[in-house]
């Protein structure tokens, strides 16, 4: 089994920085794409951004320019620098992974999700 443990949320004000990060553990063979997504109430959860295994990014329009994907392979783990956060932000955001456990097996893993609340 692998597991996906989210930290760095929480309240920040207008302008200011969170780093989220999240670190995959378990039975892993090798960890591809991850990323992150935000969900409010009422709406789909949307993408954030993403990280290839070999860094290439993408950025959701919303963000660019503000926040900051990045990922440390030797610890599987994925973060996420947001500054100049906006009320907009606030969300619960989550992170997810494409571990492959064994040759041949490839399942996406999400995080249990972590709040970002951001006050105007």
């Known amino acids: 089994q692998v597991q996906l443990v989210e930290s760095g949320g929480g309240l920040v004000q207008a302008g200011g920085s969170l780093r989220l990060s999240c670190a995959a553990s378990g039975s892993i063979f090798s960890s591809n794409a991850m990323g992150w997504y935000r969900q409010t109430p009422g709406k789909q959860r949307e993408l954030v951004a993403t990280?290839?295994?070999?860094?290439?990014?993408n950025y959701a329009d919303s963000v660019k320019g503000r926040f900051t994907i990045s990922r440390d392979n030797a610890k599987n783990t994925v973060y996420l620098q947001m500054n100049s956060l906006k009320p907009e932000d606030t969300a619960v955001y989550y992170c997810?992974?494409?571990?492959?456990?064994?040759?041949?097996?490839?399942?996406?893993?999400w995080g249990q999700g972590t709040q970002v609340t951001v006050s105007s």
């Open positions: 990280i290839t295994s070999g860094a290439s990014t």
């Open positions: 997810n992974a494409d571990i492959t456990t064994s040759p041949g097996i490839t399942i996406r893993y």
